[in-house]
């Protein structure tokens, strides 16, 4: 049974510049979030996607933009790239059923994707 | 809103001395509680988690933490490190209809 997978592992893109990052979820779950993690810190919520839509989102830019896919499977869409935007993004999946991971249910995470904004 | 403070961004411990990790939360409405575990290079693992019920909650690799409403703290211990340990932890909270936080990390290291 595959886990969560993320493409690609690593990407580096020029400011300005405009990025799509890829995640599958784990086998049976519907539920994905996705986070940011700078370097040195914790993870920090972007935004959840459940029934092919946004469905909580955090304190991020509206430059971060998101899609699920009728597969569950969803991508992570960054505008505009800043220097500020290098981190690593990490996707989570929870169970299909458990309405959302926000209520106490395991999240699953990714290897994550590696950005570099030059 | 919630949040989750990690007490120590570096903790480092010798092979066989005891593991704690300090984590303290703020939340409004009763927590959900989890420990993850990052190694270099790769996304994070579930240790273990509280929701509800026994405030001593077991997790893997012999980790195990302990709910203390009281004090609002659930610090991660393990009784005897192994050089596998050595890797960052995250502490994070959320609760009924908020998103997950997460602490800053506390990196452990392991001498031999």
């Known amino acids: 049974d595959a886990g969560v997978t993320q493409s690609p592992t690593h990407l580096i893109k020029t400011r300005g510049q405009q990025v799509t990052l890829r995640c599958s979820p784990k086998?049976?779950?519907?539920?994905v979030s996705w986070y940011q993690q700078a370097l040195g810190q914790g993870p920090q919520f972007i935004f959840q996607?459940?029934?092919?839509?946004?469905?909580q989102r955090g304190n991020f830019p509206d430059r971060f933009s998101g899609h699920q896919f009728p597969n569950y499977s969803s991508e992570l869409n960054v505008n505009a790239l800043l220097l500020g935007d290098s981190a690593l993004y990490l996707c989570?999946?929870?169970?299909?059923?458990?309405?959302?991971?926000?209520?106490?249910?395991?999240?699953?995470f990714g290897p994550g994707t590696r950005l570099t904004v030059l | 809103a919630q949040s989750v403070t990690q007490l120590g961004s570096h903790v480092s411990v010798s092979e066989g001395a005891l593991v704690l990790l300090r984590c303290n939360y703020s939340?409004?409405?009763?927590?959900?509680l989890f420990w993850y575990v990052q190694y270099p290079n790769q996304g994070l693992q579930l240790l273990l988690k509280?929701?509800?019920?026994?405030?001593l909650v077991k997790g893997i690799n012999g980790f195990e933490a302990e709910f203390k409403k009281s004090e609002t703290s659930f610090h991660l211990t393990k009784p005897s490190a192994h050089m596998s340990d050595a890797a960052e932890y995250f502490c994070?909270?959320?609760?009924?209809?908020?998103?997950?936080?997460f602490g800053a990390g506390t990196r452990l290291t392991v001498k031999p």
């Open positions: 509280y929701t509800t019920g026994a405030t």
């Open positions: 994070a909270v959320n609760g009924l209809g908020d998103d997950m936080r």
């Open positions: 996607y459940y029934e092919e839509e946004e469905r």
């Open positions: 086998s049976g779950h519907d539920t």
């Open positions: 939340s409004s409405v009763p927590p959900y």
């Open positions: 989570a999946s929870s169970p299909k059923g458990a309405g959302g991971p926000y209520n106490g249910y395991t999240q699953y």
